[in-house]
């Protein structure tokens, strides 16, 4: 069974940077960040898979965040910098033990409860 357990989260003003954190339990294959803005549907941010020579990031956080992972220590991790007020949102970490995509919300059999992030200008 995987569990997923997010941290970092936390308020900034536009420009600022924050660090988000995924502890992992179990066997993972692809994982990956989606978030949830109020109002609006989830959508996939970045993902990468083991042997994190692939990832893909979503065009409006392309060069600002960067997706890692580090299978040893079981972390999954979010990079996020020059953020803007549109990068508020609830953000979760999910994971699956097999998937073709990293953007597909689908393919995701594990989350977490999620950490808020807040831009403020």
């Known amino acids: 069974q995987v569990q997923l357990v997010e941290s970092g989260g936390g308020s900034v003003l536009a420009g600022g940077s924050l660090t988000l954190s995924c502890a992992v339990s179990g066997y993972t294959d692809c994982m990956a960040w989606f978030r949830q803005a109020p109002g609006k549907e989830r959508e996939g941010v970045a993902g990468?898979?083991?042997?994190?020579?692939?990832?893909w990031y979503a065009y409006p956080v392309k060069g600002r965040f960067t997706i890692s992972r580090d299978n040893a220590k079981k972390t999954l991790v979010l990079h996020m910098n020059s953020l803007i007020p549109e990068d508020t949102a609830m953000y979760y970490c999910?994971?699956?033990?097999?998937?073709?995509?990293?953007?597909?919300?689908?393919?995701?059999?594990?989350w977490g409860q999620g950490t808020q992030v807040t831009v403020s200008s």
């Open positions: 990468i898979f083991r042997g994190a020579l692939r990832t």
């Open positions: 999910a994971a699956a033990t097999y998937c073709s995509r990293l953007d597909r919300e689908r393919d995701f059999a594990y």
